[in-house]
């Protein structure tokens, strides 16, 4: 059985690790943050056309969805591109943090424009949502921004602290301690909360960015060792 595995997480490393005999898990990477690291496969397919025609010319026979919460266009197009092949698909997505115990605490907002808004003059902001949306906090002048590689450009009014998780809540608290933070501005990605339970210990208001809705109608699990189950399932069905 041959398996694309979509990664960029954690949980699709512990798929890895966690795979069973008889499947061979390619694994892709989309290749936008350098990585020495051995996969599969780096790159975009080339939208959903693209992703049809790697699926038929790799002849696989199944599709696990490990990307990020927030990887919304990779998840539509490999929704879609199994549809059309008629190719088994799993979404491995953690648990949000609508569940956590201090949720009813945040700001909960629909995207980064209304982030923003919200946090345009609320104080000194810190920005952890990621390297990509940054241009929607332009008008945001005193911020500090955390991010794994650092693009030309940010605003020269900004702090940029360049880092890679995972932090622990001390890390957590002595940044926010240090930059003076007064709100946090951060995507509902799930797992660790370290961030969350440090801003809250210094009163420091948070600004939920909301996932948006999964498609309709597809399999879904909340962890690692869910979908290494549901991929033993598909192996002895194929071996059957
Ligand atoms: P995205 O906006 O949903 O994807 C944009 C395009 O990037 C996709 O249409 C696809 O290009 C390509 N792509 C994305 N993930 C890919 C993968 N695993 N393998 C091959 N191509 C991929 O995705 P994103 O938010 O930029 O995330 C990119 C990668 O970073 C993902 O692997 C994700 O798991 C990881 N990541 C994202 C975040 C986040 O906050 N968004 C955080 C941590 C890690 P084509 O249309 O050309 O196929």
Request: net charge negative; hydrophobic share 45%.
């Amino acid at each position: 059985m041959k398996a694309l595995l979509l990664a960029g997480t954690t949980e699709a490393r512990d798929i890895i690790a966690a795979a069973p005999r008889g499947v061979e898990l390619i694994e892709s990477v989309a290749g936008r943050t350098a990585s020495s690291r051995p996969v599969g496969r780096r790159g975009g397919f080339g939208g959903v056309i693209g992703l049809v025609t790697y699926l038929r010319d790799e002849g696989i026979d199944a599709v696990v969805d490990a990307t990020h919460p927030f990887a919304e266009q990779m998840t539509r197009n490999a929704v879609e591109a199994c549809q059309q092949m008629n190719v088994p698909y799993v979404r491995v997505e953690r648990a949000s943090w609508a569940g956590h115990a201090l949720a009813g605490t945040w700001t909960w907002v629909a995207d980064h424009d209304e982030a923003a808004a919200v946090a345009a003059g609320a104080g000194r902001v810190m920005l952890a949502v990621g390297r990509q949306p940054l241009e929607h906090y332009l008008e945001v002048e005193d911020a500090v921004a955390r991010m794994v590689e650092v693009p030309p450009g940010l605003p020269s009014t900004w702090t940029i602290v360049a880092a890679k998780g995972p932090f622990t809540r001390d890390n957590e608290l002595e940044l926010l301690r240090s930059q003076a933070i007064d709100v946090l501005v951060t995507k509902d990605s799930g797992g660790d909360a370290s961030k969350l339970e440090a801003a809250a210990e210094l009163g420091v208001k948070v600004v939920m960015i909301r996932r948006a809705p999964l498609p309709e109608g597809i399999e879904v699990v909340s962890s690692a060792n869910e979908a290494v189950t549901w991929v033993e399932r598909g192996l002895e069905t194929t071996t059957r």
